[in-house]
């Protein structure tokens, strides 16, 4: 079946430092992948998304290339900041349809 | 803004005693769904509607239902609380319309079951 696998967190980085949240996935066919964040006692936000092979989806800084080849979604950013402190999620959404399936989060704190 | 709202933020009830949650939406999203989290873990998926069609997961406990009486809003009841389903309760939407069919996800609610 469909499965996300993240690194494990607590990520622990200083503010302007370079974030990669390591993130690969088993599915079969062409999923649709995702980056959600949740801040501290907040709901999940959708951070960005990729449909399709070779796909970056961007968002507010951060980026991240669909890579088939190495079934990888990995989450980059420049230069974190403070406020970028909060749980993230990779997820993805099989072609079929169905539900999204859930990496077990990392925690990403930014130190000033 | 379009937005899915949820209904208390933080919800205490005693054990054994029936609680519902909310859950409404501006999106007219075709799809709801229900999440329980603990402690920062991935969202669990309880059960969710497409149209007005229920689709239970297989280990969601039967303590837990769901109502949804229009498109707009959906409701969580627990009929019997216990300590362990002391959580937050993610709502989201989606549209099978069209596109990648991304979630959307209101605030949630924290319940405490004392």
């Not at chain 1, 949740?38 to 890579?67: C, H, I, V, W």
């Not at chain 2, 009929?79 to 979630?103: F, H, I, K, N």
Request: hydrophobic share 30%.
């Amino acid at each position: 079946g469909n499965s996300v696998t993240q690194m494990e967190g607590p990520v622990t980085l200083s503010e302007e430092a370079f974030l990669t949240i390591n993130c690969t996935y088993t599915a079969t066919g062409y999923p649709s992948l995702f980056w959600y964040v949740q801040y501290p006692g907040e709901g999940l936000q959708l951070l960005l998304k990729a449909t399709k092979a070779d796909d970056k989806g961007s968002n507010k800084g951060f980026e991240a290339t669909y890579r088939k080849e190495t079934t990888s979604f990995h989450l980059e950013k420049g230069s974190v900041q403070v406020s970028d402190s909060a749980v993230y999620f990779c997820a993805l959404r099989g072609n079929q349809g169905g539900k999204l399936i859930f990496g077990q989060g990392t925690e990403l704190s930014v130190k000033p | 803004d379009a937005m899915v709202i949820q209904n208390p933020r933080y919800q205490v009830t005693q054990f054994g005693k029936p609680v519902t949650l909310s859950c409404s939406q501006t999106l007219n999203h075709n799809v709801m769904y229900w999440y329980q989290q603990k402690s920062s873990q991935a969202p669990k998926l309880l059960f969710h509607y497409y149209d007005k069609d229920f689709n239970n997961e297989a280990d969601t406990p039967d303590n837990f239902q769901s109502r949804r009486p229009n498109t707009s809003f959906c409701f969580l009841d627990i009929r019997s609380p216990g300590l362990g389903d002391a959580a937050m309760y993610l709502c989201a939407t989606s549209s099978v319309r069209g596109g990648a069919y991304e979630q959307y996800f209101g605030p949630g609610t924290r319940l405490t079951v004392t």
